[in-house]
């Protein structure tokens, strides 16, 4: 899906539960399956500073989501973002894990010397690439999947899919669209 305009019909909101999150649209969009709704945009998210989403990601309230490849290279025009504690569990009802969680926090300037602002993203990835894999394989056998060539590295993308979620806390109201100098 394109990231331009990303809007639900009129009535309609998105609040998935971090289960949701993992299951039904990260592991079917890294295994390939499509998502119904295909709400989600896939974003290179890190040329963009965080008040330069609206309208790129989808937007609930205070939130935007999108995909966007999981990379260590976290720089964007005028900051970076930095992980923010330890990764946590994505759990079921069942609690049975089957995802992972990692905070990272946006900072204006360069590293390390950076000033933390209130952008707060979430970023969910799959537990593991076996089962990815084996998912991949299996899906790219119907005719309506590409046929997957498992020989030059085509796990890529799979292993590093991830779904982000950005948070702007309430108490800071100039970054929704302007830099803070």
């Known amino acids: 899906m394109s990231g331009s305009n990303v809007n639900l019909p ?3 909101r998105f609040y998935p539960t971090e289960e949701e999150l993992v299951v039904h649209f990260l592991h079917r969009k890294a295994t390939l399956l499509p998502c ?3 709400v989600i945009p896939d974003l290179d998210l890190y040329p963009y500073d965080p008040w330069q989403l609206d309208g790129k990601a989808l937007a609930e309230g205070k939130q935007w989501y999108f995909y966007s490849r999981r990379t260590q290279n976290r720089i964007t025009e005028n900051g970076y973002w930095k992980g923010i504690g330890f ?3 994505v759990l079921t009802n ?3 894990r089957v995802g992972m969680k990692k905070y990272l926090g946006f900072y204006v300037g360069e590293a ?3 000033m933390k602002t209130s952008w707060i993203m979430e970023e969910y990835r799959l537990l593991s690439s ?3 894999s084996s998912s991949m394989r299996r899906s790219s056998k ?3 999947h590409p046929k ?3 020989s030059k590295g085509s796990f890529a993308k799979c292993t590093s899919e991830a779904l982000m979620k950005m948070v702007m806390e309430q108490n800071c109201h100039a970054w929704t669209k302007f830099s803070c100098h």
């Open 112 to 114: 390390p010397a950076g």
């Open 10 to 12: 009129p009535g309609f």
């Open 36 to 38: 119904h709704p295909d």
């Open 87 to 89: 990764e946590e569990p």
């Open 148 to 150: 997957i060539d498992h």
């Open 130 to 132: 076996d089962s990815c």
């Open 94 to 96: 069942s609690n049975i």
């Open 142 to 144: 119907t005719k309506t």
